[in-house]
């Protein structure tokens, strides 16, 4: 919780235990609605359903959207119909969808059927798109004008109809087909002449996305071009909403949140922190369990070569090292590859050359990694054989790790499949396998011809 | 590199290769700059020379400030300083600085005294402030209006001073003193009557973030309450600046990137593809023989139980297990208290809560992991007391890998150090040495009392 929030969350607990509610309805007036959404999930449902009564139903809308689904449906249902309606009819249509998305069939109909006919047909129609496209974050209010009319009357324009507009920062040009065909910055506008036709002004170089597109690539559009929003097209080119940069902000926080626990073997949807223990403790179990399992793989490969590992059981001191080593070279080259189809430095065109890159990185790490600790066996053991078995097999791992921890998430990605889900415990288990096999092979190999 | 980068580096080519320079020209008014920008580290110096020189100013610009900062130095110097200091002059002072700031004193100084006077103290100003604070990160270029004037008055100054700002989307109100007292978009101003005085439609509540601020902190900031850009005051509340929500989208991903390959210990700065395969192995290096040194630490540990290691051979099949399954369960608590301090989920201040939390996780996720490895140990060994070895010290391990994995970065952070940085190799070193220390010294102990 932020220090202003927790500001917020005092004051409101000294107005509660007060009585007296005209306190807290001024102090409810000011307060940010962003502290205040993190202040609720503090409170018991009675108290949240008191303060959130309180508030304007447009900063109520406010609050709502920032809190989890979950508790949404518990306060709406708690509030009473009249003034749930009243509260999603003050929500753009995406932020009502992005509510709405997470709740049962039922919920969703009864919900629906008390907005006004016309939010709820927006807000249908939105339902429809798929949660993480850019259908699915735009909103439709956004300002469109005919290519036909002046900046006067576009401005004109602006001020009759915009209070309803998420952003007005941007008015999207349209032919009578509704085809985008330009835009101009409200800030052109108004450095424009009043008479100046918006056809003359405009760009028409405009960058839009599909309605489909992933929300990853519509965030690396905005966040490239530095736009505050996007418009959004479908087939025929069409205009059917914007994707604002606040969405975006938001879509790239919960990506890279997603990426790094991913990568770090936790199942994630939504929140971590702020969910119970035992919540917790199952996004963290699933994969654990699977490594634990994997482990075992490895295990059973160590058990095949018990007659080595008698024979020599100074192999056992550097097991260690010899499944760490190259386990965290797989892990730097499933990261950096990660890291760079999310930011689009690697893109899926260029696979062969990632691959032939990391695993040049492999041969000079490994080969610079084996013959220290080759230096460090022989001298701590005093057999060069063995010194040769631990470098010759740690290089050889890490190698292979760089093959296997840059050609798993290259080709997960392209079925579709997010690398960071899927690559990481399928690439730590590949890796403790292999390296164990290469080393107990060697150290067999040697072991006959050369005895220690 | 992006698809419609590829398209412009093809079209780029053929125009060089054709010879006469109007097609290009052409092409290059027309083409985006984060495109343009992307294609020039595929051409050679002589070429990138070619291309800057033929682009307007303006547009050089822009795509100067998307270049390595080492591309650019030698790009500047190989266009003469006549075209250099036109093209610093056309950048906003924020992006100037960003620029120079990674240069040497004197290049710094060179390039300053080409730009003209007051540009150029702009941007030295700016360069006394930390490159990572609201005071690196922000423009001096904003719209700020005295409390006194009408909505009217404050949109004719808007009409003449404007094309310089980088963003004007909100208008500042200062008193007097140049004192911050208030906010007023631009689409508020368009919405009023002109004769409104902007104090009175103005919001006071103004956040703002000082100049000193953590750029962590500001991008959490914007990303909260869903600005386009937040004012930087100094410590007597005057306005120096504001910073805009695409440097804070650069900041988030900048972040995110940082954190998810410092957890995979990945040396970061800046871009990681795109560069030599050398420098790349430079950034993967270091940590990796640290931790092949760590790896020794463990090494050591179970030398010195060589003794229960000859008797019970078995031990060595779940090494890899009993090293693994708490370095992971470490891995996890790191990388979710870490994000969670990134997003702010997790406050300096709650630091005994999350720990309290997370051992109660890995008390949850130890008992369940050691119980089914028990099972696992006696049914393939047929040794009810191996399996307990087994199990016990896997479940202890794994709650202690959840007391380091959750401590560390919390203290580490505490003294103001990225914990991304300087946890995982210490983590990760720590915990091998731990659960080889209780795995063999339970062995040891059963050993002596309950031979196998």
Redesign the interface.
């Known amino acids: 919780?932020?220090?202003e929030a927790?500001d917020a969350l005092e004051k409101i607990r000294a107005y509660l235990a007060a009585g007296p509610t005209e306190g807290l309805r001024r102090f409810l007036r000011?307060v940010?609605y962003?502290d205040l959404a993190e202040t609720l999930p503090e409170l018991n449902l009675a108290q949240q359903i008191k303060i959130i009564r309180m508030c304007e139903p447009s900063k109520a809308a406010a609050v709502l959207y920032e809190l989890d689904r979950a508790e949404v449906a518990a306060l709406l249902e708690g509030l009473g119909e009249w003034r749930a309606a009243q509260i999603l009819r003050e929500m753009s249509p995406d932020d009502a969808v992005d509510l709405l998305g997470g709740m049962q069939r039922e919920e969703q109909e009864r919900f629906l059927s008390l907005m006004g006919t016309s939010e709820a047909e927006d807000v249908q129609e939105l339902l429809e798109y798929g949660p993480e496209t850019a259908g699915g974050l735009m909103t439709t209010e956004c300002v469109s004008v005919d290519e036909g009319i002046t900046a006067g009357e576009a401005?004109e324009f602006?001020?009759t109809t915009?209070?309803d507009a998420e952003t007005?920062?941007y008015v999207y040009v349209v032919n009578k087909q509704n085809q985008l065909v330009g835009v101009v910055s409200?800030?052109e506008l108004?450095?424009s002449a009043p008479s100046t036709r918006v056809a003359d002004v405009m760009r028409t170089?405009v960058?839009s996305v599909h309605v489909d597109t992933d929300q990853e690539e519509v965030a690396?559009v905005?966040?490239?071009?530095?736009f505050?929003a996007v418009p959004v097209v479908d087939d025929e080119h069409k205009l059917l909403g914007i994707v604002t940069?606040?969405d975006?902000?938001?879509v790239?926080?919960e990506e890279?949140?997603e990426?790094?626990?991913r990568?770090?073997?936790?199942e994630y949807e939504g929140?971590?922190?702020?969910t119970s223990?035992?919540k917790?403790?199952g996004k963290?179990?699933p994969?654990?369990?699977v490594?634990?399992f994997g482990?075992?793989l490895?295990?059973?490969v160590?058990?095949n070569f018990?007659a080595t590992?008698?024979a020599i059981?100074?192999l056992?001191?550097?097991?260690?090292?010899m499944?760490?080593?190259p386990g965290?070279?797989a892990?730097?080259t499933?990261?950096?590859v990660?890291?760079?189809l999310a930011?689009?430095?690697?893109?899926p065109?260029?696979v062969l050359t990632?691959i032939m890159?990391e695993v040049?990185?492999a041969v000079?790490?490994g080969v610079?990694?084996g013959l220290?600790?080759a230096g460090?066996a022989y001298v701590w053991q005093g057999e060069a054989v063995f010194g040769t078995i631990v470098g010759v097999s740690l290089a050889s791992s890490m190698i292979i790790a760089a093959v296997i921890g840059s050609f798993v998430p290259l080709i997960i990605n392209r079925f579709g499949i997010d690398p960071a889900l899927a690559s990481g415990p399928f690439i730590?288990t590949l890796m403790?396998v292999c390296s164990?096999l290469i080393y107990f092979s060697l150290a067999t190999f040697f072991l006959h011809r050369y005895p220690m």
């Open positions: 919780m932020s220090i927790k000011e940010h962003a401005l602006l001020r915009a209070p007005v920062y409200l800030r108004i450095l170089e960058v690396r905005v966040g490239k071009y530095d505050l940069v606040d975006v902000l938001d790239l926080e890279a949140t990426d790094i626990l990568l770090a073997h936790v929140r971590y922190f702020g223990v035992l917790r403790a963290r179990l994969w654990l369990v490594l634990l482990g075992l490895a295990a059973s160590i058990a018990s590992l008698s059981t100074a056992a001191f550097f097991m260690t090292v499944a760490g080593g965290n070279l892990t730097q499933l990261a950096v990660v890291r760079g930011t689009g430095e690697v893109s065109r260029g990632v890159g040049g990185v000079l790490v610079v990694s220290i600790m460090v730590t403790d164990m």
